[in-house]
């Protein structure tokens, strides 16, 4: 039987650390046993769980004989991580499946696991992330990355996307759908799909981009160039490029595109209207434009999206499709 340690610490998102317990814990072999032997470890025999304390059963020596680590998210992911901790997933590495949910990727990262090899987290952390760690490449966007021995998730409901994903690497579709039915949860989101993200207003900083971006917020559903965003914020279009490369992480027609697509999320969401028409709202003269730009942007068509999210739901985005600089948009 494979055994899962689920690291627990001072700080753990419960909701993270209950998600690998119960998922790890419903899933079945088809005989009806138990598929993993699952243990929570932490260096105490408590930890401040917040609301609570938390008592751990296991000791991190247990990590060495687990088949599969789970680290939980932090609730502040720039609190010092207790040494530990990380020599004891460094220590696990080499043998075991290394994996993350939220924000304990920072955990991750700060053990050395996650250097030279793409990964994710909640999208509110993914800048924090890249920033404190430019040896990660970070991908704000998708629900999880695999990458064989270490694999990362975002937060909430991508951390049961990422067990049950590990469940059907370990034992087959059939005992992760029934682990999934057990859970209440479809089997199975595929992690390239899109996180559904709120962006954050530009910041109100005098030498930041933001009146740029507010207006071209307001004026999405028009035609642009590269040129005449370039003029409109008094500088050369490879200025522009390089300030909006170094502020917002993509290009400006890239972000045009995203900000036309939050409009079409917030439209599909609230409104009947048909998604040709949402189309041309947005600025796409073509619904068949739109269409595919909304399915490589956000990683499910609009009708999906709208049966998905209708009377609710946060607003998406996704990963940026290149744009060609100079292009009307």
């Known amino acids: 039987m494979r055994t899962v340690a689920v690291v627990a610490f001072d700080g753990v998102i419960v909701f993270d650390l209950a998600t690998a317990v119960e998922t790890f814990g419903f899933a079945r072999r088809p005989d009806g046993g138990p598929a993993y ?3 929570v470890c932490a260096a105490a025999e408590e930890v401040s769980a917040g609301a609570f304390a938390l008592r751990a059963p296991w000791r991190l020596d247990a990590l ?29 590495a080499p043998r075991a499946r290394i994996a993350s949910i939220c924000t304990g990727a920072f955990v991750l990262a700060a053990a050395g696991l996650l250097d030279g090899l793409r990964a994710t987290t909640h999208w509110a952390a993914a800048e924090l992330l890249a920033a404190r760690f430019p040896q990660v490449a970070v991908d704000p966007d998708v629900l999880y990355v695999d990458n064989g021995d270490v694999l990362t998730s975002a937060g909430a409901a991508a951390g049961l996307d990422l067990c049950l994903h590990m469940i059907r690497r370990d034992h087959g579709a059939a005992v992760a759908a029934d682990a999934a039915r057990a859970a209440v949860m479809p089997l199975e989101r595929a992690g390239g799909q899109a996180q559904f993200i709120v962006h954050r207003a530009p910041d109100a900083d005098g030498g930041s981009l933001a009146p740029l971006l507010a207006w071209m917020e307001e004026h999405a559903g028009e035609r642009h160039t590269l040129e005449a965003l370039a003029a409109r914020a008094h ?3 490879r200025t522009l490029s390089r300030r909006f490369r170094e502020q917002t992480g993509t290009t400006p027609l890239q972000w045009l595109h995203r900000a036309r697509l939050r409009r079409a999320q917030g439209l599909l969401e609230t ?7 949402i189309a041309d709202l947005v ?24 049966r998905a999210f209708r009377g609710g739901g946060a607003p998406a985005a996704a990963s940026p499709a290149p744009v060609l600089a100079g292009s009307a948009a």
């Open 37 to 39: 032997r699952v243990r």
């Open 64 to 92: 060495a004989d687990a088949d599969t680590v789970v680290v939980p998210g932090v609730r502040d992911p720039l609190a010092p991580v207790d040494d530990a901790l990380l020599d004891a997933l460094r220590a696990a």
């Open 235 to 237: 500088m050369s279009p």
């Open 271 to 277: 409104t009947d209207e048909p998604v040709e028409r």
């Open 283 to 306: 600025g796409y003269g073509s619904p068949t434009a739109f269409r595919e730009r909304f399915r490589a942007l956000c990683g499910t068509s609009p009708q999906a999206y709208r």
